[in-house]
């Protein structure tokens, strides 16, 4: 069965343009999950998404957005892009909501490099 | 939301048993998860554990679970080198709060 696939996986952008990732969970999930991993900040929470809704929020400033389709694919935005957005942008799919005994399944990442 | 620490580095010799230490603060989670990265990868879960056990063994890992201390251990017997990695504590989401919260992993390094 395939896995979670994040496209693109690698990007390379200039300050202050504007990106869209795309993640395609495991068939059947229903729980989208975004995270954002930097060496100094570790893995941080971005949203998460279940029926189309967004369920949950992290605290990141508006310039991060994101939506779930009703096929449960997901994307994420950023608009006016800093160098501090420079990350690993890793997405997960579940289940459910509150987590199973399958946890949460995480794509490869896309590499987003912000110059 | 969920405080989750851990230990930054470990070393570990080829063969010895490598134990990764985690603490958290909620103790409302239904799942505590271990999650593998390796370099240039996403994460790869590699166990979990539901919170009314106290242990759980799959192959050569084994993951304690302390509620009262809010401590979950994971052991890894018989390291190898493809063992070298970052290793991840997730309790699972808690009450109203639907995500995961990651410790800051621990690089495990498995030398000869």
């Known amino acids: 069965k395939a896995g979670v696939t994040q496209t693109p996986r690698y990007l390379i952008k200039t300050r202050g343009q504007q990106v869209t990732l795309s993640c395609s969970p495991i068939s059947g999930h229903r729980s989208v999950s975004w995270y954002q991993q930097t060496p100094g900040q570790g893995l941080q929470f971005l949203f998460e998404?279940?029926?189309?809704?967004?369920?949950n929020k992290g605290n990141f400033p508006g310039r991060f957005s994101g939506r779930q389709f009703s096929n449960s694919r997901s994307e994420m935005n950023v608009s006016t892009l800093e160098l501090g957005d420079s990350a690993l942008y890793l997405c997960a799919s579940s289940l459910a909501l509150s987590g199973t005994d399958y946890g949460y399944t995480f794509g490869s990442g896309t590499r987003l490099t912000v110059v | 939301g969920e405080d989750v620490e851990q230990s930054l580095f470990l070393s570990v010799r080829e063969g010895d048993s490598s134990v990764i230490n985690c603490t958290y603060t909620d103790s409302s989670s239904t799942y505590l998860y271990w999650y593998k990265q390796e370099p240039g990868a996403g994460l790869q879960l590699l166990t979990y554990i539901f919170s009314n056990m106290d242990m759980k063994q799959d192959q050569r890992l084994t993951v304690l679970l302390n509620k009262k201390d809010k401590h979950l251990s994971l052991r890894i017997a018989d390291t190898q080198t493809g063992d070298s990695a970052i290793y991840f504590c997730a309790p699972g989401p808690c009450s109203n709060d639907y995500k995961l919260s990651f410790g800051a992993g621990t690089t495990v390094t498995v030398r000869a």
């Open positions: 998404y279940f029926s189309e809704t967004q369920r």
